[in-house]
């Protein structure tokens, strides 16, 4: 719609600022992981879980996961990602734009192989597979102490932090 009414010469300056805020906000949850690191990503293992921009598609236009695996894979970290219909998508459009950042990424099978030696798990997308995990497997596969970066506050954060899970929400007001 922007771009439309820019070759025509109008402005849309609240749609451009709820473009910006969108855009913004993608950052937070790599914000998030780096601060909790120290920015010291090199070398840590992430799984991230959902990369569609919503669930039920393998759609991934303005998919937040892009630029997540984008900030992550430039900062060294290597990523293990799941997602039940758009990982190919993300596979095809990142060896078109972002070659490097691919060779960080191992494409997992199931959500539990994603966590496999993982230093965190950073949750994207809310599909259904994710709302009830097995957290005593989640806690078993990955490295302790293990840390979720909830970017849909899908999980409760005073139980995650009772079953040992350092948790990160998006504006609760927590970490």
């Known amino acids: 719609?922007?771009?439309?009414?820019n070759r025509a010469g109008?402005?849309?300056?609240?749609?451009?600022?709820?473009?910006?805020?969108?855009?913004?906000?993608?950052?937070?949850l790599p914000g998030k992981i780096r601060r909790h690191f120290g920015d010291q990503l090199a070398g840590k293992t992430i799984a991230v879980w959902g990369l569609a921009f919503k669930p039920r598609t393998d759609d991934i236009r303005e998919a937040p996961a892009l630029t997540l695996l984008s900030d992550l894979s430039d900062a060294g970290a290597n990523l293990r990602v799941h997602d039940p219909e758009a990982m190919a998508n993300?596979?095809?459009?990142?060896?078109?734009?972002?070659?490097?950042?691919?060779?960080?990424?191992?494409?997992?099978?199931?959500?539990?192989?994603?966590l496999d030696g993982a230093d965190a798990l950073a949750l994207v997308t809310e599909w259904p597979d994710y709302r009830n995990p097995d957290f005593e497997e989640m806690h078993?596969?990955?490295?302790?102490?293990?840390?979720?970066?909830d970017g849909r506050n899908i999980y409760e954060p005073a139980k995650m932090e009772e079953m040992g899970f350092a948790y990160f929400g998006i504006g609760r007001g927590r970490k």
């Open 140 to 149: 078993r596969r990955m490295k302790s102490p293990p840390a979720v970066f």
């Open 1 to 5: 719609i922007i771009a439309t009414a």
């Open 10 to 28: 109008v402005e849309l300056s609240v749609m451009k600022a709820v473009d910006a805020a969108n855009e913004s906000q993608k950052r937070v």
């Open 90 to 114: 993300v596979k095809e459009y990142l060896a078109k734009t972002k070659p490097a950042a691919g060779a960080r990424i191992a494409y997992c099978n199931n959500p539990y192989e994603a």
